[in-house]
């Protein structure tokens, strides 16, 4: 079982670039987030879907911008990088409900030099 | 606004000696309380969760209790192994506001032979 696959896994981007983080699930999952990983600071949700065509923002969404046109995927898009974007990110999917399991993404590390 | 506090890393213990990561939690309802692992280079996978107070999280000999009234999900192991060294993260979740996981800043476990 695949379960949520992004891509790619390494990236690095130079200050005024854009691109696009890949993120699909098979699970049939209504629910999607982004999230950054900081050493030390935990996860901060970027942005959420509840469903395809339904977005919002989250803790941190400058800088990012999202679109969720089917059930299985939902990119991330970068505009215009810079530094203080270096970071780790995960994207996840759950079913509805507060005590379902959210399924991780390995990660995509992203450094912005 | 609702946060997860987790206790500071990195924790380092010997093999076999008994493990406690502190979690404690800020919410205005009644949230379900989750811990997930993060082994390197890998995303997040759920280890334990609770849905209710007095209700306890157990899987792969760690357990949790979701403590209510001094709002805790304290995760403890009986005996720690090598390959329990990770990074652990305590979060909780609402059925609302798109199932969000809120995660506190995680914490590091290094288990030396």
């Known amino acids: 079982n695949a379960g949520v696959t992004q891509t790619p896994k390494f990236r690095i981007l130079k200050i005024g670039q854009s691109m696009t983080l890949q993120c699909t699930q098979d699970?049939?999952?209504?629910?999607m987030y982004w999230y950054r990983q900081d050493p030390g600071m935990g996860l901060k949700l970027i942005y959420y879907?509840?469903?395809?065509?339904?977005?919002d923002k989250g803790e941190v969404p400058n800088g990012y911008n999202v679109s969720r046109s089917t059930t299985e995927d939902f990119p991330l898009r970068l505009e215009l990088a810079a530094p203080s974007q270096t970071s780790v990110y995960f994207c996840?999917?759950?079913?509805?409900?507060?005590?379902?399991?959210?399924?991780f993404g390995q990660g995509t590390r992203l450094t912005v030099v | 606004g609702d946060s997860v506090t987790q206790m500071e890393g990195p924790v380092t213990l010997s093999e076999e000696a008994f493990l406690t990561i502190n979690c404690t939690y800020t919410a205005t309802g009644y949230p379900s309380l989750f811990w997930y692992v993060q082994y390197p280079g890998e995303g997040l996978q759920l280890l334990l969760k609770a849905t209710k107070a007095d209700d306890k999280g157990s899987n792969k000999g760690f357990e949790a209790t979701y403590r209510k009234e001094t709002t805790s999900f304290h995760l403890e192991k009986g005996s720690v192994q090598v390959s329990d060294s990770a990074v652990y993260f305590c979060?909780?979740?609402?059925?609302?506001?798109?199932?969000?996981?809120?995660f506190g800043q995680g914490t590091e476990l290094s288990v030396k032979p």
């Open positions: 996840a999917s759950s079913t509805q409900g507060a005590n379902t399991e959210a399924f």
């Open positions: 979060a909780l979740r609402f059925g609302s506001q798109g199932g969000k996981l809120i």
């Open positions: 879907s509840v469903g395809a065509g339904i977005t």
């Open positions: 699970m049939n999952h209504n629910y």
